[in-house]
């Protein structure tokens, strides 16, 4: 499988974390079900060849659109591949969908939307122009004119909401929600509100997701760390807890889980 990644211009940094195009060979192949964990950031996804079904808590396709906006999951969702891949997704910030399409994001959260029910005009232009493109740098700036005409069109979030998720995953989720409201300048259910809508699922839910990434990060580069090492490290009860919260949200505990290989999870679980 070829991974390629681009970061963004500066002037959409603010809700692009990076651009990554897939091109598979055979080694998917042999893969049809692939479990991805929730990693804390929506994607827009624009397909060019096969296109895999994907189940959620929402939803099962078994033919996802050509381009469409894949929000912010709160459990494992299965990706059946049974031919290549070859595609360009927007890992796009936490709190991003409510400024590229003016919804919260909880309404894309656990399911996929087609760009079509949401601009029918540019999905399909924005589709043909990518397809035609002679590389992927050609791509590259088609899809940042095209999220720049977006952004155009809504109103910024919340300015506080952006600093609060930043500074979760800054700290890899390693804070608690009562360290996060000490620093918040309206009441607990104003925030909790605003979160929600800006993020698709609650400040608490998010900082767990954040900390399980942390928890597979350190687990897959083999940093020496045991688990007992990680239980302190990253605030869990006890080893219960932290075995647990994996499972949770990789479906399999930690000793399972890298006995076994995961190509395309590994594209999403763990970022940092």
Not at 47 to 68: A, E, M
Request: glycine share 4%.
């Amino acid at each position: 499988m070829v991974v390629k990644y681009f970061l963004p211009s500066d002037d959409l940094a603010g809700i692009v974390k990076y651009y990554w195009f897939v091109d598979s060979t055979a080694d998917i192949d042999s893969i049809p079900q692939n479990t991805i964990s929730p990693s804390g950031y929506p994607e827009l996804i624009f397909n060019f060849g096969f296109t895999p079904t994907v189940n959620t808590q929402k939803t099962i396709s078994n033919n996802t659109p050509l381009c469409f906006v894949a929000g912010q999951i709160s459990q494992p969702i299965v990706l059946g591949v049974t031919n290549s891949l070859n595609c360009l997704c927007v890992k796009l910030q936490p709190f991003a969908l409510p400024q590229l399409f003016g919804y919260s994001s909880h309404k894309f959260t656990d399911s996929v939307t087609d760009l079509s029910d949401l601009d029918n005009q540019q999905a399909g232009n924005i589709h043909d122009e990518l397809s035609e493109a002679k590389n992927n740098l050609q791509r590259f700036i088609i899809i940042e004119t095209f999220l720049r005409l977006k952004l155009k069109k809504y109103k910024k979030s919340c300015l506080s909401i952006p600093d609060m998720v930043n500074e979760i995953i800054k700290m890899d989720g390693l804070l608690t929600y009562n360290d996060l409201t000490k620093k918040m300048s309206f009441s607990s259910s104003t925030f909790q509100r605003k979160f929600k809508n800006q993020v698709g699922m609650s400040p608490k839910y998010f900082i767990r997701i954040i900390r399980f990434n942390y928890v597979f990060y350190l687990l897959k580069h083999n940093l020496g760390l045991s688990l007992q090492d990680i239980v302190y490290r990253c605030g869990y009860y006890d080893l219960s807890h932290l075995i647990n919260e994996f499972h949770e949200f990789s479906g399999n505990s930690p000793y399972k889980y890298f006995k076994t290989n995961h190509i395309i999870n590994d594209l999403f679980a763990g970022i940092r």
